[in-house]
């Protein structure tokens, strides 16, 4: 069996060079009067990112930050796979495997791995395709083929069975596992449940709060007007992909406009500029912006993505943290239908980047579902 091996990043100063020279020498195009975010990303905000971006950021210090983390590369079910594996001080610790989606990357979980150690083994999966995983260059790398190499890297790593836990695309992961890699898969947790109503329409609000309810209305709201990425990007992911691989300046203003509007902005961006920047290098210096998105393709073409039908059931223990500023909102009674729900935590704040967001409360939350699978018996 191929073992996962170090990988300590490092990328060449010269990278590093072209990447400020062709900040310093991005085109911007002519602003619109009394233009926000209406029209996509606000060039205000985004000067401001880039500006740091180019003159005081520091890469070495964000590089030094995943190599520490346990910088990992292997071939996991046919796909290359970079990894952090943060093994806890405790032999008896809970595996655990946390996957992102897009547009973010492996940084999502740099700010919650100090608080998850202290229970969990941790692991953090670049997806085929994202950061150092990528860029993949074969037909066909779906959610099942990100979900098998999941699944390799564990093994490889000695873990016998775990916890997976994912949001966005890592959600459609987590849930490939959780239905077809039990009992390996012990139990899983997400921050975005997909439970799409099976039954008589008529009964589909039986059981479902006001709440739950207001929030249904303000995600179909949001949404109303901003899923042409997602056309884009499940149809003809390379026309996009020649600029974003090529500009620096179009790649963030691609991926930022969706943290603006993905993230609780109540009292303003909750994720520091320096760790929005970070996860723009992941697709920057790695080239994979294209690659990124072509799982978007991929995946509707196989049948497994985010709006394919899907009739299964996950009977693993299930975890599913509400962050009321999330893309999807899903009320208990249907997550109950459609998963082993042992575990419903309704947070107070937070958007679609849980861990990003809100490193605190995601730490605590996945760490009392681990107690909970504890007290249950599964670990």
């Known amino acids: 069996m191929t073992a996962p091996e170090s990988f300590p990043i490092a990328v060449p100063d010269s990278a590093l060079d072209e990447l400020r020279r062709r900040l310093d020498n991005a085109r911007w195009p002519a602003e619109l009067a009394d233009s926000g975010w209406d029209y996509g990303t606000e060039q205000a905000f985004l000067r401001t990112i880039v500006e740091r971006w180019r003159a005081g950021y520091d890469w070495r210090a964000t590089e030094s930050e995943l190599n520490g983390w346990g910088s990992q590369i292997t071939t996991a079910a046919g796909q290359r796979v970079h990894l952090l594996h943060a093994r806890s001080g405790d032999a008896d610790a809970i595996p655990l495997v946390l996957v992102h989606g897009w547009p973010g990357s492996i940084v999502e979980f740099l700010d919650v791995l100090p608080a998850l150690r202290e229970r969990f083994h941790a692991v953090v999966v670049s997806m085929p395709g994202y950061g150092f995983s990528g860029p ?24 016998d069975r775990y916890l997976a836990q994912g949001g966005d695309w890592g959600a459609i992961v987590v849930r490939h596992l959780g239905e077809h890699y039990a009992p ?3 139990a899983i947790h997400t921050n975005m449940l997909f439970a799409p109503f099976a039954g008589d329409g008529a009964d589909a609000m039986t059981g479902v709060t006001e709440g739950e309810l207001a929030a249904i209305v303000s995600s179909a709201d949001r949404l109303a007007d901003g899923t042409a990425y997602l056309q884009i990007q499940s149809t003809r992911p390379h026309s996009l ?18 943290f603006h509007a993905w993230c609780d902005i109540r009292e303003g961006m909750p994720i520091r500029t320096d760790r929005l920047i970070d996860n723009l290098m992941m697709y920057w210096l790695t080239g994979t912006a294209t690659s990124a998105a072509r799982l978007y393709c991929e995946a509707d073409r196989a049948g497994n993505s985010a709006l394919s039908e899907w009739h299964g059931r996950v009977d693993v223990p299930t975890g599913y943290a509400v962050y009321p500023f999330e893309l999807l909102q899903t009320p208990r009674v249907w997550a109950e239908r459609r998963y082993n729900l042992v575990h419903h935590a309704v ?3 937070g958007g679609h980047f849980a861990a990003f967001e809100q490193p605190q409360l995601f730490a605590a939350d996945v760490n009392a579902y681990g107690d909970k699978l504890r007290e249950l018996g599964v670990f």
């Not at 066909?140 to 790593?157: C, F, I, P, T």
């Not at 992909?241 to 969706?258: N, R, T, Y």
């Open 136 to 159: 993949t260059t074969q037909r066909g790398v779906d959610v099942a083929k990100v979900a098998a190499a999941v699944d390799d890297v564990m093994s490889q790593l000695g873990y």
């Open 184 to 186: 390996r898969v012990a």
């Open 347 to 349: 947070q107070d704040r």
């Open 241 to 258: 992909g020649f600029g974003l691989d090529d500009s620096p300046l179009g790649l963030a203003g691609w991926i930022l406009e969706k």
